[in-house]
Structures are given as structure tokens and as C-alpha cells.
């Protein structure tokens, strides 16, 4: 081999000066020829399709007027993935694992024609069920038993009923928007929050009048005169947007009223009728419409359901309110329309989920004025009489409450009685 001058500086070689270096000995030929075959092993070994790999390799065909369509291939003895396709209302097709076969999906099925258009065009809202496993898990971690969550209950002696302390322990799911309920094996928010019912006075009426009362905290004053002055079976409704909600709720069930909350949906003239920040929008993506929802449901506890608060548009709109009243079944809540709009499709969407949901009968004060509110409460007592039982929604207005102080001390005499409005779902 030459000795290397290293005086002379390192430069580039032409190229025949290179093809002058290279000795085309046998032994270098030999040299050459193995580093090829090396670098085309590797390059096939990372390009093509192993046979021990077990998992499908996707070929693209691109024989076609050049358009590359994709082909699932499967490894000899592999079966197909199980996928089911979803695509996401307002827009992009997905793939995600099918549901273990112990897992139910509920669908909405036809229920009007807004949803036979979202069927013509695979638009179904699916909503997986909460898998009876995590369930029995979660009661194990919380060693209770169906006896060991307090209920509300009624002393004979006194005839005073006391409702369930809230949080319920293992009622009550730990994130990031506050304490959200949640299911566990049989028992609801719904249920262990209810105000008890004397079932042997409840039978001898000849009528069960539900009162829910709404926009609990907005205003002090009011909140505190519908919690001490109403009969203890009309429902008071907080609006999230009340200050001190927490303490407000507390109080309204240890008066012995069942407690809701209420929930902003988009009118038909959003943005001009405004019903506050972080409104539910048809405009809105399921998601954001979701976080939104978790956000007021985590603001107290205590409460047994959730109804509208104004939203005649979203109320009216399957593929916005489809994915709510769902939430509302896995979270164990009633839901109470306010009978504010014909165009609802609550009752619909709930009945095909078996989610417990009622609409008012009868706005009470819809028009304002003493008067009106007489004649509205009139009309609740006759459809009572006639049907077995009616529901009417109020607001906290100084008028509403005193005439329905009023009103309560005759019902009696007409064989009609207040019950809760959770004994009527």
C-alpha cells in the first residue's frame, strides 16, 4: 500500500483519479459484491411484508387511472379486526373497536322525522352503556352494598320525611369540572336523592299535582322565601349561574324540597334571547356541548335531574339534544322538559333510551300577573283531577310564590294533593 503524504493537502480526486485507486483484485470484487447484497437484504426487510409479523399489512393498488386504492391484507390463519364505522354528526368518518359483546349499544331508533334523516345519511347516534363490570368494581372499591347508601326517609311519629345527604358516598364521580353523579350498579342520583313519598296518603288522592319551582339563586331574597314559604313537595330548579349554589341546595333539601338543575339550551332567537355563558348550541360540536353540560352538572350535588333552562331551538333538534339526554342516562338523572315549546323532541329521544323524562303539563306563569297565575294553577288542578296527575313550572317570582302559598291550603278539598315531582317518572 502507498504511504500517505500527509504534507499534501486533502482533496476532492477526479473521477479518473478515483477509478485509478480502485485495485480490481478478486478478494475487492468479492468485497463489493457482499456490501450490495447487504444493503438490498436490508432494504427488503424493512420495505416488504414479513411473514411473521401479525398484524394486516395494507398494498396499494395503483393500477387503476392511477388512482391508489387501499387493500387490507391478512396474515395466513388471522382473523379480520372487528371495527364499526361511526361517522361523527357534522362530519368525518372514523373507525373505532367494536364494543365487547357484554356491552349494549343503545341507538336512537325512529322516533321522527329528523331522525330518519339522520338514518338516511348514517348519521345514528350510538351511545355505549357503562359496562356492568366497571360497575360491580366500583361498588367493591367503595365496599357498599344496596343497603349500606341512606335513603331519604319518613318518621311515623313526627311525619317529618328527611332526604339522603349529598354527595351520596359512591354516587359522585371525582373530575376535572367538580363532583359529576354517576352510576352505581342500581342506584341513581335520581333515586337516592328523591324526597320520600307517604305512599298510604299518596293513595287516597284523588290527584298528584307536581310544582317544580326554577331560577333558584339568581336572586337571594326569592331563593330564601321559595325555600322557607313553599310546601316542602315543590321542586326548586337552581340555575347555574346563582351565587352560592352549593349552600343554596343544601339548605332547599334540609326544608325537604327535591332539588334540580337548569340547564342553558339556544333559544330559536340566539343570540338576541340570551340565556348566559356557555350556552348548549346546535351550532356547537357534540364535545364542546358535552363539556359544557359537565361544567354546570359539577358546580353541586344533591340534585335528581336536570331540566331545560329557555332552549326551544335545541330542544327541537334530535342530533344536538340525542347526545345530552344520554349523558343525563349514564350519569343516573331525570330529565324534565318545562313545556315552554310544542317542538320538543325530549320525550321521544328519552323514551328510546328508557331515560326517565316527563314534560310540564302547565307554564303557571308564563303570562304574568296574579290573576293569570290563578287561572294557570286552576288548569293544573283540572288536568290532575282528570289524568290522576299533572306537572307545572313556575319561576321564582314574588307573584308565583304567594299564590301558590295560597292555592295549596284548598287543594285538599278537592281530593288533590302536592307530591314530589319524582314520584310521577
Known amino acids: 500500500m502507498d504511504k500517505l503524504d500527509l504534507r499534501t493537502p486533502l482533496r476532492p480526486k477526479g473521477r479518473d483519479g478515483w477509478l485509478k485507486s480502485i485495485s480490481a483484485t478478486p478478494r475487492a470484487i468479492g468485497t463489493s459484491l457482499a456490501g450490495v447484497g447487504a444493503i438490498a437484504l436490508a432494504s427488503w426487510l424493512i420495505f416488504s411484508a ?27 390463519g388471522a382473523s379480520k379486526p372487528e371495527v364499526k364505522a361511526v361517522e361523527a354528526i357534522g362530519g368525518e368518518a372514523v373507525t373505532e373497536p367494536a364494543p365487547a359483546r357484554d356491552q349494549p349499544i343503545m341507538t336512537i331508533g325512529s322516533i321522527s322525522e329528523e331522525t330518519e334523516k339522520l338514518r338516511s345519511s348514517s348519521r345514528v347516534i350510538t351511545v355505549p352503556v357503562q359496562n356492568r363490570y366497571e360497575q360491580s368494581a366500583l361498588d367493591e372499591q367503595y365496599d357498599e352494598t344496596e343497603d349500606e347508601i341512606p335513603t331519604g326517609s319518613i318518621s ?19 373530575t376535572r369540572y367538580g363532583l359529576l353523579p354517576r352510576v352505581s350498579g342500581g342506584r341513581t342520583a335520581a333515586k337516592i336523592y328523591s324526597r320520600p313519598v307517604d305512599t298510604d296518603r299518596a293513595g287516597q288522592l284523588r290527584g298528584r299535582i307536581a310544582i317544580v319551582i326554577g331560577g333558584m339563586g339568581l336572586s337571594s331574597q326569592m331563593t330564601q322565601k321559595a325555600i322557607n314559604d313553599l310546601p316542602a313537595e315543590i321542586t326548586l330548579a337552581f340555575a347555574p349561574y346563582g351565587s352560592g349554589l352549593a349552600r343554596w341546595a343544601k339548605r332547599a333539601r334540609t326544608q325537604g324540597h327535591e332539588i334540580m338543575l337548569q340547564m342553558p339550551m339556544e333559544p330559536f332567537n340566539y343570540p338576541r334571547a340570551n340565556p348566559g355563558p356557555n350556552t348548549l348550541l346546535t351550532t356547537s360540536t357534540t364535545q364542546e356541548n358535552i363539556d359544557r353540560l359537565k361544567s354546570f352538572m359539577g358546580l353541586f350535588t344533591g340534585y335528581t335531574g336536570v331540566i331545560n333552562y329557555m332552549g326551544a331551538k335545541f330542544s327541537s333538534d334530535v342530533a344536538s339534544l340525542g347526545p345530552v339526554l344520554a349523558e343525563f342516562k349514564r350519569r343516573g338523572v331525570y330529565y324534565l322538559d318545562d313545556g315552554s315549546t310544542g317542538r320538543t323532541k325530549a320525550m321521544e329521544i328519552g323514551e328510546q333510551f328508557n331515560l326517565g323524562v316527563r314534560r310540564a303539563d302547565v307554564v303557571i306563569d ?30 321564582a317570582l314574588p307573584t308565583t310564590l304567594n299564590e301558590i302559598v295560597k292555592w295549596e291550603e284548598t287543594l285538599g278539598k278537592n281530593g288533590l294533593g302536592l307530591v314530589p315531582v319524582t314520584s310521577l317518572y
Open 156 to 174: 311515623a311519629a313526627a311525619s317529618v320525611i328527611k332526604l339522603a345527604a349529598a354527595p351520596a358516598r359512591g354516587l359522585t364521580e371525582k
Open 366 to 395: 308564563g303570562i304574568a300577573g296574579a290573576k293569570n297565575t290563578q287561572a294557570a294553577l286552576k288548569r293544573l288542578e283540572a288536568l290532575a283531577a282528570k289524568r290522576g296527575w299533572a306537572i307545572g313550572m313556575g319561576t
Open 50 to 76: 414479513d411473514p411473521r409479523v401479525d398484524g394486516p399489512v395494507a398494498t396499494i393498488d395503483l393500477t387503476q387511472d392511477n388512482a391508489p386504492t387501499a387493500k387490507l391484507q391478512l396474515p395466513a
